[in-house]
């Protein structure tokens, strides 16, 4: 099974949510249910980004070095290179370290 990390961006206001699941889509849609948390205050969201690992391990650890980078704008510039919500698209990106 594969794990993926994942990187939404709210239709409101632009901000990125980062998490990993093993089906994104699915994810996706769970995020912009009916529920209570940060994302749903920020609704609705479409997938801008997704990154495929064969462990959950490596997918947790690639979430975290995203996470780390803090600002919405630095994501923007180095993984997306999207001035605002876009549909769904998928990149493909290769890190040495993995």
Known sequence: ??????????VKDNSFYIGVSSNPE???LKHNRPHKGYTARKQPWILVYTEAFATKTKALK???FIKAQKKSFH????????????PFQTFQLTFPYL
């Open 1 to 10: 099974m594969a794990f993926f990390v994942y990187i939404i961006q709210s």
């Open 26 to 28: 699915e994810r996706l």
């Open 62 to 64: 690639r979430e975290n």
């Open 75 to 86: 994501v923007r510039r180095q993984f997306l290179d999207l001035p605002q919500a876009q």
